[in-house]
């Protein structure tokens, strides 16, 4: 056990000292904001279209896999739906809620724990299997059906299909498959440019994450924090795992990367969400929350799963 806290530690100590940094304003919010923007929007996508393009694997393209975490993403958001439901919340709340179980922190969190646990090639594709499945499944059911209750418009429909179609890793992700499948090579020079960013944008990402928690304040602690924590670190993976093991026929090291990804803290952009639907002290303390319980069970799934 101790040796898998020794694994992990180091994450955990970039997002602390992301938050110090913060709290201490030794730096400001600003410029860490403007840093986790040039590594969300430039750094990654690139790096993750050179590593999907010039891959050993085809996990993205892997259809159990696919379909397990799919499968289990969906579990878990029936699942939050439905203990929201049974505690008495109305549409509006069970479907926020649901949201923060069934999309994890891929791009600033995953990336780094999965290429410690699994190493880097199968980690960029494992995120790109992730960004498929939340960018063009997860989120956008989500919001849809958070917006059914205001009633669904052409106007927010095209609104949110532009966004989805526009985001850089995403884009980076399917180009990077695209390229793959055409057989060509990319060029050693561009693949070694793109080298000299991946050590840099994991350490960003991180301090970035915890910059993202020392701007958020534990608002009024609630029950459906509560429910989102637990069902976001406990009930994703185990979802995921339990298709993973009804869908066989995929490696194991695919297998134990995609649990782990499944297990990690919900997106940073849940915030953002709850700021657009007005749930924004849900959002931030299940956010605070989560991150400092992921250490925690992070650590138990990776002895478990070891």
Same mark, same amino acid.
């Given at each position: ?99 923060? =179980?069934? =999309? ?26 992730? @960004? ?27 609104? @949110? ?69 637990? =069902? ?75």
């Amino acid at each position: 056990m101790f040796d898998i806290i020794r694994l992990i530690l180091p994450i955990y100590l970039l997002i602390a000292v992301g938050f110090v940094l913060i709290r201490i304003r030794y730096i400001a919010p600003a410029d860490l904001r403007g840093a986790g923007r040039l590594v969300i929007r430039f750094f990654l996508p690139l790096v993750v279209f050179a590593a999907v393009g010039a891959g050993q694997h085809d996990t993205a393209l892997h259809p159990m896999l696919f379909a397990a975490y799919v499968g289990g993403s969906l579990l878990s958001y029936a699942s939050a739906y439905g203990m929201a439901w049974m505690a008495g919340k109305d549409h509006g709340v069970r479907a926020f809620e649901a949201m923060g =179980c069934s =999309c994890s922190n891929s791009a600033f969190f995953g990336l780094p724990i999965v290429t410690l646990v699994s190493g880097p090639a199968i980690a960029f594709d494992i995120f790109a299997m992730a @960004l498929l499945v939340e960018n063009l499944i997860m989120i956008p059911l989500a919001v849809s059906i958070i917006e059914a209750e205001s009633g669904l418009t052409w106007p927010k429909l095209r609104k @949110l299909i532009f966004g989805v179609l526009t985001n850089p890793l995403l884009v980076g992700a399917v180009a990077g498959l695209i390229w793959k499948a055409t057989g060509l090579g990319l060029p050693q020079i561009a693949l070694d440019a793109i080298g000299l960013m991946t050590p840099v944008a994991a350490p960003v990402a991180l301090l970035t994450v915890g910059g993202a928690v020392a701007e958020l304040s534990l608002r009024t602690f609630r029950w459906g924090v509560v429910r989102i924590t637990l =069902c976001k670190l406990i009930l994703h993976p185990l979802w995921v795992g339990l298709m993973i093991l009804l869908l066989s026929g995929m490696p194991g090291d695919l297998q134990i990367a995609a649990i782990v990804n499944a297990s990690l803290p919900m997106m940073s952009v849940y915030m953002l969400f709850g700021i657009r639907f007005r749930r924004e002290d849900v959002a931030a303390t299940a956010l605070i929350t989560a991150t400092a319980l992921s250490f925690v069970t992070l650590s138990t799934l990776l002895y478990l799963l070891r």
